[in-house]
């Protein structure tokens, strides 16, 4: 096991290096995207809730330029010595079905890149009269430690061809969000994992010496100071590294589904809107189940431990979101290191445990259900110690203040 250090040159450069051997050429636009990490309220956007996430240093590059040969040409080298190429029309690998959760991360990654640029064509950020790409990514960033590879990736994409594209306004906050807005919804329809938005929201439209708190309710995106300016040094910890984490997928996409299927019975765009919505939520629960059969409705049971979950998270994301304003450390790390609600997703509790039992001040799953790494909080003079004690055994990345996505000048 090890502590994580930055290759050298940087991503944009070994993206330019790669693109020039591949295309034979200089890229026309190389972007970069940082890390991300979630503070907390990783499971709340469809309810309306707050999701505080904060960038990290570690960051993917995109170079990119056109083709006339109607393909795309996509090649990615990572940490770890991972590789991945293809080189096909765009329309055939965005057709072809969506891979399985247990098909090679090569292959799920490739076609995630491929839904994106088909979605940028679409939503004529790229002209319709696109006719091909050469693309070549870099990454800094090893999938696992609850960081966001795969967003960071997608939100250079999107940079980078926005930029190839000529768009003058992309430092402007509309732009931006409508980028997080594509990313989103693309990574949803082609990739089988659980898709966290804020992840895109705050690479796209955060800020280095600060976290984003997103609120869903109304769409809005502020600033709250670092966590790092409290004293403590943030590290995400994991058995291994290698494999995003998307054993709960499917069971977190039914909850989804499920509260976007109750703002729509109750006429609301999240449930944060309505009063009393757990024992609302019940009560339609219990007359589906009458109606239509035990199939068309999640148990009445299960259904209010949900909403019950989001909200209480929702309130606990506002405290922290206080607790950073104000400089309360000792409120905040009180926060993060309280018990949630009750559900029903599977988190390392373990390795939370060991953190602590190790010397950090606070430590929480980087995102519940969504990735088995933790991410921990330790008082400064306790960095050296901690470092030596967890690093024996698993797999230690500082996370650093980083800056937002933006196109790189070489």
Request: aromatic share 4%; charged share 20%; glycine share 8%.
């Amino acid at each position: 096991m090890a502590v994580w250090s930055p290759e050298s040159p940087s991503s944009a450069v070994r993206a330019a290096q790669v693109h020039e051997k591949v295309a034979g050429r200089a890229p026309q636009a190389v972007a970069s995207a940082p890390a991300t990490w979630v503070l907390i309220g990783e499971n709340v956007d469809h309810f309306g809730g707050v999701t505080i996430v904060g960038l990290s240093h570690q960051r993917v590059a995109v170079a990119v330029s056109p083709r006339t040969d109607g393909k795309l040409r996509v090649e990615v080298r990572a940490p770890g010595g991972f590789t991945a190429s293809a080189d096909s029309p765009l329309h055939e690998l965005v057709d072809a079905p969506l891979p399985a959760p247990s098909a090679p991360l090569d292959v799920r990654g490739l076609r995630r890149i491929a839904g994106l640029v088909h979605a940028l064509i679409s939503r004529q950020v790229l002209s319709r009269d696109t006719a091909g790409l050469t693309i070549t990514i870099a990454s800094d960033i090893t999938a696992g430690a609850g960081l966001g590879a795969l967003y960071a990736t997608d939100a250079a994409v999107a940079v980078a061809l926005a930029s190839l594209a000529g768009a003058e306004d992309l430092d402007e906050a509309p732009t931006r969000a409508r980028l997080a807005e594509i990313c989103s919804s693309a990574a949803a329809a082609h990739s089988t994992l659980s898709i966290l938005r804020a992840r895109h929201t705050a690479a796209l439209r955060g800020a280095g010496e600060s976290v984003s708190v997103i609120d869903y309710s109304d769409g809005s995106v502020t600033q709250a100071p670092h966590p790092g300016k409290l004293g403590v040094r943030i590290f995400s910890i994991a058995r291994s590294l290698g494999e995003p984490h998307g054993g709960q997928a499917e069971r977190i996409t039914a909850r989804r589904a499920f509260i976007d299927e109750a703002c729509s019975n109750f006429g609301v765009t999240s449930l944060r809107q309505l009063p009393g919505a757990a024992e609302r939520v019940v009560q339609w629960v219990e007359a589906r189940r009458e109606v239509t059969g035990d199939d068309s409705a999640p148990d009445p049971d299960t259904a209010q431990e949900w909403v019950r979950y989001c909200e209480t998270e929702t309130l606990r994301s506002l405290a922290v979101a206080r607790a950073l304003r104000s400089r309360r450390s000792e409120e905040l790390f009180t926060l993060l290191n309280s018990p949630s609600e009750a559900h029903d997703i599977e988190t390392p509790d373990d390795l939370v445990a060991f953190a602590l039992a190790r010397g950090a001040v606070s430590a929480r799953p980087a995102a519940a259900g969504m990735s088995q790494a933790v991410i921990a909080f330790v008082p400064l003079r306790d960095v050296e110690r901690f470092v030596s004690a967890v690093s024996a055994d698993h797999e230690v990345v500082e996370v650093l203040p980083g800056v937002a996505a933006g196109v790189e000048k070489l």
